[in-house]
């Protein structure tokens, strides 16, 4: 094989990689190496070469321990050498750690294997140096079961089967009829291990190793393996993480928190991670190992004095008791405090990023374990992004791309209070459809939701799917749930584009429309009950739950005014009401891009215009039905024009298949007979003469005003007629007109000439052309490209 | 429906093609950069051949995306439109397709 570097070492201020060798060393390896160039302390170890993972499945086991077996043996030395300890040395034991990591943050992803080095002559080693039994012999049967899982497969293969070291156990604890885990005694533990032993050599043939080289590479080989588990591809094809990159292999010396009260474990964060404030945070218990924090057994403490604080007047703690009980450990290890708060510090200007670390102090030594950029809220994201920029450790550019994109959406709709959510009790989930915070009182049908709305009640509209008859109604609530629809259903496109919360296709509601009644796993709710929803999630809670409102001011708005200083490409919006212009105006939109005409059609006078036009014989009962629409029309293209005063406001002339504003039920179709003097047969023959095959592909877009012109001629005189009235009032509007859906040159000059006969007749009205016609090219997705 | 998809109809086969990860993303969600979006490029570069400095937009779900505004910018757009909630998410977009383009 080639000749080259396979592995890494790094300990005592020294290390032959460096940071900058990520894709070498991985995330882990290439931080643990650059600690220690920066002078951090850091267990020595070694890692083993992302290439080596690749040559692992090229060449096979045998050969790639044959290859390493050299560079391994000698870093193991080195360790040893730092350490002053000896692997399987029954006096003075080494004890390692070996994980994987990628380039890429994976994590849970793939194998680790803790406390490796152990067998029955060094257990009794550590119990003589740390007399602690229960540790030494927990760690031992701990690292037998995850050595038997991870490098012997007897993980099982399916969910469904039990891991046979869970099995015995349980089956321990039944017979010396303990509850807990973590009540096993010593003796009870030795008996673990050594029946997880006997169940190894049934089930392998073999013998559990007890020689700690021999362990090694069975753990090295294991995490190459664990490349290539199901879960570590499917995560990699969800995050695009290319199968070539591999993972390395790190192996460190373990360091103990648990040896005494001049031991203790941690996790710190240089900022805080939920909303960004510049204050070092984080908590570490005295005496405990890392999983001990982690785990809930125990209540970790806080390592500030002023989170400590803090922490004690939300549990409702006096000063007393945090003092007695809990103290931060800054009170409790000064010392060992302003080493560690110095070194996060040191960190996080060297890596000029908020920095998640983890540390152990060993009798008095601190070890820093691992430092990566800290994962953040949205808020949290932005604040430390300008926080940054304004204390000079980044640049303006670099702010900009720290921040994701995506994650802004936190920032955007109302939130529920954190605390409140932590004690609501979920009572089912769906889709998280459309992101925030809703909380209000059931109600099924879109009149009920503008009624109660309108007397002054917060709603939560319930139905099994929402059709656009609901729109009003979705308007009026602060939230809708529906039992059917996914992401791209009507209620999730259309809550989506208003920024109202929604939960789709929660499947488990059953709505009763007749009872007004709504049953979630058993229990019935009734209209007027208080409902909660978050959107985010999916989830849905009984009862009310306290929400805010979002808004671009502080440091979000300073982080948008920096994207303005150097974008290029100008964000406008789509927006069918004065409301949602006026929203996106105060979210910074240069205009809009797209104001549909037919969501203003359904309110209750104009949706029976609206129909009676549709279903009018011919162009004259069209033109009288037209003409009272005209009116509505005008009124609103107004209202979104004052609200974009000043910038464009696009206005698409009407696209949707006519088929989807007539009525389909009875009782809608007499009403449309009584209003327009006809049979209610003649009413249903026209309505089935409009049901087309493919409604997305027929008589629609320009088509409509191609073969009625007389809508274009309205739509244009209500638009137009809008803006010269605004233009008297002072203001400034800046209409452009949409020809939806062209495909062949000659639709739009036909429309064009429509257009421009009826500016002229409107321009000539309002005393001159008060206003500059622009022709505007269809957008180019409407250009046969509709996605 | 340049796939031939109806938004309306796609639910019921959607799930499965993401599942056999035939299609990455829900094409309505994220534009289709290889096929929708060497038309766009098409209709952007055509168009201004023809008449220099015309203005082009995109609106819809895929004007809030953020890899579809950067792919928007890239082209050459004068703008994207999306729902008002997605402005900030679509600024942010378009400014890092502006800083990454200096690069």
Known sequence: MEKKKRVYTFGNGKAEGNAQMRELLGGKGANCAEMNLVGVPVPPGFTITTEVCNEYYQVGQEKIVAELTDEVNAAVTHVEGLMNCKFGDPKNPLLVSVRSGARASMPGMMDTILNLGLNDVVAEGMVAKTNNPHFVYDSYRRFVQMYGDVVLGMKPVNKTDIDPFEAIIDEVKEIRGVKLDKDLNVEELKLLVARFKTAIKERTGKDFPDDPMEQLWGAICAVFRSWMNERAILY????????????AVSVMAMVFGNMGDTSATGVCFSRDAGNGENLFNGEYLVNAQGEDVVAGIRTPQQITKIGSQRWAERAGISEAERLAKYPSMEEAMPEMYAELNAIQQKLEDHYRDMQDMEFTVQEGKLWFLQTRNGKRTGTAMVKIAMDMVREGKISEKEAIMRCEPQKLDELLHPVFDKDALKKAKVITQGLPASPGAACGQIVFHADDAQEW???????????IETSP???????????ILTARGGMTSHAAVVARGMGKCC?????????????KTVKIEGVTYKEGDYISLNGSTGQVYAGEIPTKAAELSGDFKALMDLCDKYTKLQVRTNADTPHDAAVARAFGAKGIGLTRTEHMFF???????????????????????????????????????????????NIRLLDPPLHEFVPHDLKGQEQMAKEMGVSVEEIQARVASLA????????????????????????TRAILGAACELKKEGKNPMPEIMVPLIG???????????????????????????????????????????? | MTFGYSRDDIASFLPAYLEKKILKVDPFQVLDQNGVGQLIKMAVEKGRAVRPGLRTGICGEHGGEPSSVKFCARVGMNYASCSPFRVPIARLAAAQAAVEDEK
């Open chain 1, 692 to 715: 087309e095959n493919n409604p997305m592909l027929g008589h629609r877009g320009c088509r409509l005003g191609i073969t009625f012109p007389e809508i274009t001629a309205m739509q």
């Open chain 1, 744 to 787: 062949i040159l000659y639709e739009l000059k036909q429309q064009k000439e429509i257009i421009q006969t009826v500016a002229k007749e409107v321009f000539d009205r309002y005393g001159g052309s008060v206003l500059q016609l622009r022709y505007q090219r269809p957008h180019a997705d409407d250009l046969r490209l509709q996605p």
């Open chain 1, 603 to 649: 309110d209750d006078q104009k949706i029976i215009a609206m129909r009676e036009m549709i279903l009018a014989k011919d162009s004259e009962g069209r033109e009288k039905a037209l003409a009272k629409l005209l009116p509505y029309q005008k009124a609103d293209f107004k209202g979104i024009l004052d609200a974009m005063d000043g910038l464009p406001v």
């Open chain 1, 469 to 479: 008859e609901d729109l009003a109604g979705m308007s009026a609530a602060e939230g």
């Open chain 1, 453 to 463: 709305h309108a007397n002054g009640h917060k709603v939560v509209m319930v139905r």
């Open chain 1, 236 to 247: 990699r094809k969800m995050e695009g993480i290319p199968d070539e990159w591999g993972t």
């Open chain 1, 503 to 515: 939960v789709s296709g929660a499947g488990a509601i059953q709505v009763d429309y007749k009872a």
